[in-house]
Protein backbone atom coordinates (compact mmCIF):
# COMPACT_ATOMS: atom_id res chain seq x y z
CA UNK A 1 0.00 0.00 0.00
CA UNK A 2 1.33 3.99 -0.75
CA UNK A 3 0.24 6.15 0.66
CA UNK A 4 -0.17 9.69 -1.04
CA UNK A 5 -0.32 14.01 -0.73
CA UNK A 6 -2.93 15.61 -2.53
CA UNK A 7 -3.94 19.50 -1.88
CA UNK A 8 -7.22 21.43 -2.11
CA UNK A 9 -8.01 24.99 -2.14
CA UNK A 10 -10.54 26.16 0.96
CA UNK A 11 -11.55 29.69 1.31
CA UNK A 12 -8.22 31.12 0.57
CA UNK A 13 -6.37 28.37 1.74
CA UNK A 14 -4.30 25.18 0.52
CA UNK A 15 -4.45 22.10 2.28
CA UNK A 16 -2.81 19.28 2.37
CA UNK A 17 -3.44 15.51 2.94
CA UNK A 18 -1.91 11.88 2.78
CA UNK A 19 -4.51 9.09 1.35
CA UNK A 20 -4.26 5.85 1.54
CA UNK A 21 -5.77 5.34 -1.65
CA UNK A 22 -9.44 5.25 -3.38
CA UNK A 23 -10.32 1.64 -2.37
CA UNK A 24 -11.74 0.78 0.96
CA UNK A 25 -14.54 2.64 3.45
CA UNK A 26 -13.55 6.07 3.71
CA UNK A 27 -12.00 7.23 7.58
CA UNK A 28 -11.00 11.20 8.14
CA UNK A 29 -8.20 11.41 10.47
CA UNK A 30 -7.45 14.71 12.80
CA UNK A 31 -3.70 15.17 14.19
CA UNK A 32 -3.67 17.05 17.76
CA UNK A 33 -2.15 20.14 17.75
CA UNK A 34 1.60 20.57 16.80
CA UNK A 35 1.46 17.43 14.80
CA UNK A 36 0.37 16.04 11.35
CA UNK A 37 -1.48 14.19 9.44
CA UNK A 38 1.53 11.65 8.81
CA UNK A 39 1.06 11.02 12.30
CA UNK A 40 -1.76 8.29 11.27
CA UNK A 41 0.54 6.61 8.49
CA UNK A 42 1.41 3.60 10.19
CA UNK A 43 -2.54 3.43 11.01
CA UNK A 44 -3.51 3.44 7.70
CA UNK A 45 -1.16 0.57 6.67
CA UNK A 46 -2.30 -1.41 9.15
CA UNK A 47 -6.92 -0.52 7.84
CA UNK A 48 -5.60 -0.98 4.56
CA UNK A 49 -7.40 -2.70 2.66
CA UNK A 50 -10.48 -2.27 4.07
CA UNK A 51 -10.56 0.91 4.94
CA UNK A 52 -9.02 4.13 3.07
CA UNK A 53 -7.51 6.30 5.34
CA UNK A 54 -7.42 10.11 4.70
CA UNK A 55 -5.50 12.37 7.14
CA UNK A 56 -5.82 16.04 6.51
CA UNK A 57 -2.67 18.60 7.97
CA UNK A 58 -5.65 20.99 9.80
CA UNK A 59 -4.63 24.92 8.79
CA UNK A 60 -1.31 26.16 10.37
CA UNK A 61 -0.06 22.33 10.59
CA UNK A 62 2.44 20.16 8.37
CA UNK A 63 2.22 20.87 4.60
CA UNK A 64 -1.15 23.04 5.17
CA UNK A 65 -1.04 26.73 5.05
CA UNK A 66 -0.75 29.10 7.75
CA UNK A 67 -4.25 30.53 8.45
CA UNK A 68 -4.99 34.17 9.63
CA UNK A 69 -7.85 32.52 11.58
CA UNK A 70 -8.37 29.50 13.64
CA UNK A 71 -11.85 29.60 15.05
CA UNK A 72 -13.73 26.69 16.11
CA UNK A 73 -16.05 27.28 12.76
CA UNK A 74 -12.86 27.32 10.21
CA UNK A 75 -11.96 24.12 11.60
CA UNK A 76 -15.41 22.44 10.73
CA UNK A 77 -15.75 24.58 7.37
CA UNK A 78 -12.09 22.92 6.61
CA UNK A 79 -13.63 19.41 7.36
CA UNK A 80 -16.67 20.26 5.10
CA UNK A 81 -14.50 21.32 2.53
CA UNK A 82 -12.46 18.28 2.41
CA UNK A 83 -15.63 16.07 2.24
CA UNK A 84 -17.06 18.24 -0.86
CA UNK A 85 -13.17 18.17 -2.32
CA UNK A 86 -13.03 14.03 -1.90
CA UNK A 87 -17.40 13.55 -3.47
CA UNK A 88 -18.04 11.76 0.07
CA UNK A 89 -20.87 10.87 1.45
CA UNK A 90 -20.32 10.01 4.48
CA UNK A 91 -17.42 8.85 6.55
CA UNK A 92 -16.22 7.86 9.99
CA UNK A 93 -13.90 10.37 11.85
CA UNK A 94 -11.06 9.54 13.87
CA UNK A 95 -9.63 13.11 16.28
CA UNK A 96 -6.94 12.71 18.41
CA UNK A 97 -7.30 15.78 20.76
CA UNK A 98 -7.86 19.07 18.84
CA UNK A 99 -9.12 16.74 16.16
CA UNK A 100 -11.17 15.14 18.28
CA UNK A 101 -13.26 18.03 19.56
CA UNK A 102 -13.42 18.78 15.87
CA UNK A 103 -14.78 15.28 15.01
CA UNK A 104 -17.43 15.54 17.36
CA UNK A 105 -18.26 19.35 16.58
CA UNK A 106 -18.62 18.57 12.74
CA UNK A 107 -20.94 15.65 13.87
CA UNK A 108 -23.23 17.86 15.64
CA UNK A 109 -23.29 20.02 12.58
CA UNK A 110 -23.60 16.94 10.03
CA UNK A 111 -24.88 13.99 11.63
CA UNK A 112 -26.09 12.51 8.60
CA UNK A 113 -22.11 12.82 6.91
CA UNK A 114 -20.89 10.85 9.84
CA UNK A 115 -21.12 6.87 10.38
CA UNK A 116 -18.80 6.81 13.07
CA UNK A 117 -16.79 8.91 15.87
CA UNK A 118 -13.15 7.50 17.01
CA UNK A 119 -12.71 10.32 20.12
CA UNK A 120 -8.43 9.75 21.33
CA UNK A 121 -8.06 11.11 24.66
CA UNK A 122 -10.24 14.66 24.71
CA UNK A 123 -12.91 15.59 26.64
CA UNK A 124 -16.18 17.76 26.38
CA UNK A 125 -14.86 20.11 28.86
CA UNK A 126 -11.18 21.53 27.60
CA UNK A 127 -8.99 23.87 29.86
CA UNK A 128 -5.32 23.35 28.86
CA UNK A 129 -2.71 25.87 28.61
CA UNK A 130 0.15 25.43 25.50
CA UNK A 131 1.93 28.77 26.10
CA UNK A 132 5.21 26.79 26.69
CA UNK A 133 4.99 26.15 23.32
CA UNK A 134 6.30 29.26 22.54
CA UNK A 135 9.78 28.90 23.55
CA UNK A 136 10.12 26.25 20.46
CA UNK A 137 9.49 29.65 18.55
CA UNK A 138 12.40 30.14 16.02
CA UNK A 139 15.10 28.79 14.13
CA UNK A 140 17.85 26.47 15.35
CA UNK A 141 21.31 25.70 13.75
CA UNK A 142 21.19 21.71 14.10
CA UNK A 143 18.50 19.45 14.82
CA UNK A 144 19.77 18.22 17.74
CA UNK A 145 19.15 21.85 19.01
CA UNK A 146 15.77 21.84 18.53
CA UNK A 147 15.21 18.41 19.62
CA UNK A 148 16.79 19.65 23.01
CA UNK A 149 14.39 22.41 22.96
CA UNK A 150 11.31 20.99 22.47
CA UNK A 151 12.50 18.80 25.43
CA UNK A 152 11.97 14.80 25.67
CA UNK A 153 8.69 14.78 26.60
CA UNK A 154 7.54 16.28 23.52
CA UNK A 155 10.04 15.28 21.17
CA UNK A 156 9.16 11.28 20.00
CA UNK A 157 5.34 13.17 18.76
CA UNK A 158 7.07 16.07 17.34
CA UNK A 159 9.28 14.34 15.15
CA UNK A 160 7.33 14.57 11.87
CA UNK A 161 7.11 18.69 12.18
CA UNK A 162 10.41 19.26 12.16
CA UNK A 163 11.87 20.84 8.85
CA UNK A 164 15.41 21.68 7.64
CA UNK A 165 15.42 24.57 5.65
CA UNK A 166 18.01 26.59 4.64
CA UNK A 167 18.10 28.80 7.39
CA UNK A 168 18.18 25.77 9.72
CA UNK A 169 15.40 23.59 11.61
CA UNK A 170 12.00 24.73 12.69
CA UNK A 171 8.74 23.75 13.60
CA UNK A 172 6.27 23.13 10.62
CA UNK A 173 3.75 25.20 12.73
CA UNK A 174 4.24 28.80 14.30
CA UNK A 175 3.90 27.93 17.68
CA UNK A 176 2.92 31.83 18.71
CA UNK A 177 0.29 30.58 16.32
CA UNK A 178 -1.27 27.60 18.16
CA UNK A 179 -1.99 29.48 21.30
CA UNK A 180 -4.78 31.16 20.35
CA UNK A 181 -6.62 28.52 18.67
CA UNK A 182 -6.24 26.67 22.46
CA UNK A 183 -7.58 29.25 23.67
CA UNK A 184 -10.75 29.23 21.27
CA UNK A 185 -10.33 25.25 21.87
CA UNK A 186 -11.22 25.49 25.91
CA UNK A 187 -14.99 25.62 26.95
CA UNK A 188 -17.30 23.31 27.39
CA UNK A 189 -18.51 21.74 24.30
CA UNK A 190 -21.19 19.29 25.92
CA UNK A 191 -24.17 19.83 23.43
CA UNK A 192 -21.71 19.21 20.45
CA UNK A 193 -20.81 15.96 22.13
CA UNK A 194 -24.52 14.98 22.96
CA UNK A 195 -25.62 16.46 19.17
CA UNK A 196 -24.69 12.98 17.73
CA UNK A 197 -26.26 9.53 18.31
CA UNK A 198 -24.03 7.72 15.63
CA UNK A 199 -21.78 4.84 17.03
CA UNK A 200 -18.92 6.26 19.22
CA UNK A 201 -15.26 4.88 20.40
CA UNK A 202 -13.89 7.49 23.18
CA UNK A 203 -10.21 6.47 23.92
CA UNK A 204 -7.85 7.28 26.91
CA UNK A 205 -4.64 6.78 28.10
CA UNK A 206 -4.30 5.83 31.24
CA UNK A 207 -1.32 7.92 32.29
CA UNK A 208 -3.51 11.04 30.72
CA UNK A 209 -2.52 14.48 31.74
CA UNK A 210 -5.31 16.10 29.71
CA UNK A 211 -8.19 14.10 30.45
CA UNK A 212 -9.04 12.09 33.97
CA UNK A 213 -11.24 8.94 34.12
CA UNK A 214 -14.61 10.59 35.73
CA UNK A 215 -14.71 13.03 32.82
CA UNK A 216 -14.37 10.13 29.97
CA UNK A 217 -16.35 8.13 31.74
CA UNK A 218 -19.68 11.01 31.95
CA UNK A 219 -18.93 11.60 28.46
CA UNK A 220 -19.69 8.02 27.76
CA UNK A 221 -22.48 7.86 30.26
CA UNK A 222 -24.30 10.78 28.78
CA UNK A 223 -24.24 10.08 25.35
CA UNK A 224 -25.98 6.83 23.40
CA UNK A 225 -24.20 4.28 21.84
CA UNK A 226 -20.91 5.16 23.28
CA UNK A 227 -18.15 2.63 24.24
CA UNK A 228 -15.18 3.43 26.57
CA UNK A 229 -11.79 1.94 26.23
CA UNK A 230 -8.82 2.64 28.58
CA UNK A 231 -5.75 2.12 27.46
CA UNK A 232 -1.64 2.02 28.64
CA UNK A 233 -0.06 5.39 28.08
CA UNK A 234 -0.60 9.49 27.70
CA UNK A 235 -2.52 11.33 25.69
CA UNK A 236 -0.89 10.36 22.05
CA UNK A 237 -2.01 6.97 22.54
CA UNK A 238 -1.80 6.12 18.82
CA UNK A 239 2.24 7.02 19.47
CA UNK A 240 2.25 5.45 22.70
CA UNK A 241 0.65 2.25 22.51
CA UNK A 242 0.23 2.19 18.94
CA UNK A 243 -0.45 -1.80 18.98
CA UNK A 244 -3.65 -1.21 21.79
CA UNK A 245 -4.67 1.95 20.15
CA UNK A 246 -5.43 -0.21 16.73
CA UNK A 247 -6.76 -3.46 18.42
CA UNK A 248 -9.24 -0.79 19.70
CA UNK A 249 -10.05 0.69 16.41
CA UNK A 250 -10.28 -2.53 14.57
CA UNK A 251 -12.80 -4.02 16.85
CA UNK A 252 -14.55 -0.75 16.80
CA UNK A 253 -14.78 -0.68 12.65
CA UNK A 254 -16.07 -4.06 12.19
CA UNK A 255 -19.09 -3.83 13.67
CA UNK A 256 -19.77 -0.72 11.36
CA UNK A 257 -22.20 -0.32 8.81
CA UNK A 258 -21.03 -0.16 5.27
CA UNK A 259 -21.44 3.86 4.61
CA UNK A 260 -22.47 5.40 1.33
CA UNK A 261 -19.42 7.40 -0.45
Same mark, same amino acid.
Given at each position: ????????????????????????????????????? #????? &???? /?????? *? %?????? $????????????????? #????? &???? /?????? *? %?????? $??????????????????????DIDAEVADDISFALAWEGTFD?????????????????????????????????????????????????????????????????????????QVAEMAQRRANTTLVTLDGGH??????????????????????????
Open positions: MSISRSVFEHNGLRLSYLDSGEEGRPLIALHGHFMEG #STFAS &LATE /LAPEWR *V %IALDQR $GHGQSDHAKGYARSDYI #SDMEG &LYRH /LGLAQA *V %ILGSSL $GGVNAYQFAARYPERVIALIIETREELVKRVGPRFAPYLMDSFRETAAGWKLAFEPKEMVVPQDLLNGGHWEDWLASDCPALLIRGRESRVTTAEILHVENPVGFTAAIKGFLKHLESPRN
